[in-house]
């Protein structure tokens, strides 16, 4: 059974800029969520798939933004990076309203 | 606001004590409870889980308490050991809802 993978590790932005991270989901699991965790916090749940369609959103703007593809992987986009943008980004799959199984992360830094 | 947090930021134990890793919340509405394991470099890692119609559930040298009348939660490690250490998060969802709120999270050092 394959684990959550996500795609880089780490990044390097400059302000302004976009960026793409990449997550696929666990054998076998249909939604994906999407989590920023600041150093020294907790993680802060962005937003849910689930079928290829937000699921639930949390209290972030909108240049964040994602996707799901047929096959549950899924996509972290987010415009216009703002240096408290650098974080870990954590995606985590599961089957609906079951708990999340997390991946590594990857570790953004915008300068 | 409602929030999940924690009382300890950090927690100092001996190898072989028990450790026990404390968390409130305000929303008398969440009705589940998760603890998380996170080791450096990692993303966090299910240890147990517990619904708000339960007050005692135990794992393999874990043990979460839930007390619904004082909105507190805790995470009870038998024998810890320094592969224990970690930071520890608990995290509620309130009912109807798929968003989990995590705590900001407790650190245990386990000294050998």
């Known amino acids: 059974e394959t684990g959550v993978t996500q795609s880089p590790t780490h990044l390097i932005k400059t302000r302004g800029q976009q960026v793409t991270l990449r997550c696929s989901s666990q054998?076998?699991?249909?939604?994906v969520s999407w989590y920023q965790q600041a150093l020294g916090q907790g993680p802060q749940f962005i937003f849910q798939?689930?079928?290829?369609?937000?699921?639930g959103r949390g209290n972030f703007p909108p240049r964040f933004s994602g996707l799901q593809f047929p096959n549950y992987s899924s996509e972290l986009n987010v415009n216009a990076l703002e240096l408290d943008d650098s974080a870990l980004y954590l995606c985590?799959?599961?089957?609906?309203?079951?708990?999340?199984?997390f991946g590594s992360g990857t570790r953004l830094t915008v300068v | 606001g409602e929030s999940v947090g924690l009382h300890l930021p950090t927690l100092s134990v001996q190898e072989g004590d028990n450790s026990i890793i404390n968390c409130a919340y305000s929303?008398?509405?969440?009705?589940?409870f998760i603890w998380y394991k996170q080791e450096s470099g990692k993303g966090p890692q299910f240890i147990i889980d517990?619904?708000?119609?339960?007050d005692k559930r135990q794992g393999q040298r874990v043990t979460v308490l839930l007390n619904k009348t004082v909105k507190h939660l805790s995470l009870q490690i038998a024998a810890t050991q320094p592969g224990d250490s970690a930071v520890y998060f608990c995290?509620?969802?309130?009912?109807?809802?798929?968003?989990?709120?995590f705590g900001r999270g407790t650190s245990l050092i386990v000294h050998p």
């Open positions: 985590a799959s599961s089957l609906l309203d079951s708990r999340d199984t």
């Open positions: 054998s076998g699991h249909n939604t």
């Open positions: 798939y689930y079928r290829e369609e937000e699921n």
């Open positions: 929303n008398s509405a969440s009705d589940y």
């Open positions: 517990i619904r708000s119609n339960m």
């Open positions: 995290a509620e969802r309130r009912g109807g809802s798929y968003i989990p709120t």
